[in-house]
């Protein structure tokens, strides 16, 4: 089966040309039709840049390289502007954290999704209400007719969300992408937005890359997971064996951050310090200043994305089954 969407060696650059701040570097991935993928990292991982890439969001003067970025086949980075924007607009949508910085606060609920629709193609004021209405109900708000007029400053955060979806599934869109879709909302709300996301993921066979830092958010949700560091993909593969045995000190590291590993309290990631920005890059793996098990190796040299297509690590020494790094022979002290 061929992909929908496949991304080939995709950087995002910020700054001088000669030495860049590399927000996204070289990651490639891909998304199958109907395909759940969860793309996990701490903030300032580069997920959210990654996915704005894809989506022509990036402005200058942050510079978008890849070898493909293809939709059905389709290269998005070499076609004209336009097509890429129809193209974009029908298939793919994107939805984001925070619902009420996306809203329009000056037009009401019926304004904003009508204008969704009209974006392609539109119809009668009536059709086009009855579809607004449809939407609605579909995305779980209880007697649209009455949130019609309503401004975003009137409903909830989750409401807000739910219109934001409402916006996002106007087109019917092939693929969405949802970056951190719960985490500005209250924890029962979160869950309900989530059982609507994946609800309408099976009912319409939507393709879903979940954005998100929270694991245990992806835990039941996606098919496969890509997790990001710095910028760069550091694992993936499929969710049940990224679970039962990941491969990367980072990726363990979340695992062990999960409330049922670490006992109730609450961490990101079980680790000192935090993403290298911009100026404080170290030099080989990006997580040597952070990683329990970097050697001499580790600080000077890079290890290489390594492993058979669907179940890739990046680490210079992988971890085995019992969650330990796998050391060459040479290694091991005497
Ligand atoms: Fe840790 Fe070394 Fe692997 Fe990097 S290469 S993740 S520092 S063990
Ligand atoms: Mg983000």
Redesign the pocket.
């Known amino acids: 089966e061929r992909n929908m969407l496949e991304v080939r060696n995709l950087s995002v650059h910020f700054g001088e040309e000669s030495a860049p701040f590399k927000a996204v570097d070289r990651i490639s991935y891909h998304v199958e039709a109907g395909e759940v993928v969860g793309l996990v990292g701490e903030s300032g991982s580069g997920k959210s840049v990654s996915s704005l890439a894809l989506m022509g969001l990036i402005d200058f003067p942050g510079r978008v390289r890849a070898d493909a970025l293809r939709f059905d086949g389709q290269d998005l980075l070499r076609m004209p502007e336009k097509q890429r924007r129809t193209l974009i607009g029908s298939e793919v949508s994107m939805i984001f954290q925070d619902p009420m910085t996306s809203l329009n606060p000056c037009y009401t609920v019926e304004y904003q999704i009508t204008e969704a629709l009209r974006a392609h193609g539109g119809g009668s004021r009536r059709a086009l209400r009855s579809r607004v209405i449809e939407l609605l109900e579909q995305v779980g708000i209880p007697d649209p007719e009455s949130r019609l007029r309503a401004y975003p400053h009137q409903l909830s955060g989750g409401m807000s969300q739910r219109v934001m979806i409402a916006m996002a599934i106007a087109c019917k869109p092939r693929l969405l992408i949802a970056d951190e879709p719960t985490t500005a909302l209250d924890v029962t709300i979160q869950a309900q937005i989530m059982d609507l996301l994946l609800s309408l993921q099976r009912s319409e066979g939507l393709g879903l890359v979940l954005i998100t830092h929270d694991l245990a958010l992806v835990a039941e949700a996606a098919d496969r997971i890509l997790v990001m560091y710095a910028g760069q993909l550091?694992e993936s593969g499929p969710a049940a064996e990224i679970f039962r045995h990941p491969r990367?000190?980072?990726t363990q590291a979340l695992l062990r951050a999960l409330p049922e590993f670490s006992r109730g309290a609450e961490r990101l990631v079980s680790l000192p310090g935090v993403v290298p920005g911009r100026y404080d890059r170290p030099q080989?793996?990006?997580?040597?200043p952070?990683?329990?098990?970097?050697?001499d190796?580790?600080?000077l040299r890079?290890?290489e994305l390594a492993g058979p297509q669907d179940r890739q690590v990046?680490?210079?020494?992988?971890l085995d089954d019992a969650g330990q790094?796998v050391r060459a022979a040479q290694e091991i002290p005497a």
């Open positions: 550091v990367h000190p980072y080989g793996c990006l997580l040597s952070r990683c329990p098990y970097a050697t190796a580790c600080r890079e290890p990046k680490c210079h020494t992988p790094p």
